[in-house]
């Protein structure tokens, strides 16, 4: 069966880095796009950047191009985001999974995982 798990969230001060990581599992971590989201306290869940298949495009949400940067370790079955510059709004519980496309963030992996919280402290 196909898993998700997410870690590397804390709690930083404005301006910090964290890199999440995404284990995945049960999955043919080398056919799908990989996508990270997130979901803020009262808010929907989000589209925060995807990665292609084989690892070579990448797509991102206006409020974090420039800042964050998505990347498969595909001997590790992993998908990272690197997050720089963190801002107070940035902070919510991040998720992975498979999606369509890069371009098309509809869910085709298994389900959410428990993500991991980032918390940014102004």
């Known amino acids: 069966q196909a898993q998700l798990v997410e870690s590397g969230g804390g709690s930083v001060q404005a301006g910090g880095s964290l890199r999440l990581s995404c284990a995945v599992s049960?999955?043919?971590?080398?056919?799908?796009?990989m996508a990270w989201f997130r979901q803020g306290l009262g808010k929907d869940r989000e589209f925060v950047a995807a990665v292609s298949f084989e690892g070579g495009r990448t797509h991102y949400a206006d409020s974090v191009k420039g800042r964050f940067t998505i990347f498969k370790d595909f001997a590790k079955h992993t998908v990272y985001l690197q997050m720089n510059k963190l801002e107070p709004e940035d902070t919510a519980v991040y998720y992975c999974?498979?999606?369509?496309?890069?371009?098309?963030?509809?869910?085709?992996?298994?389900?959410w995982g428990q993500g991991t919280q980032v918390t940014v402290s102004s």
């Open positions: 049960g999955l043919n971590f080398s056919i799908y796009p």
């Open positions: 999974n498979a999606v369509r496309a890069p371009t098309i963030p509809e869910i085709v992996g298994p389900p």
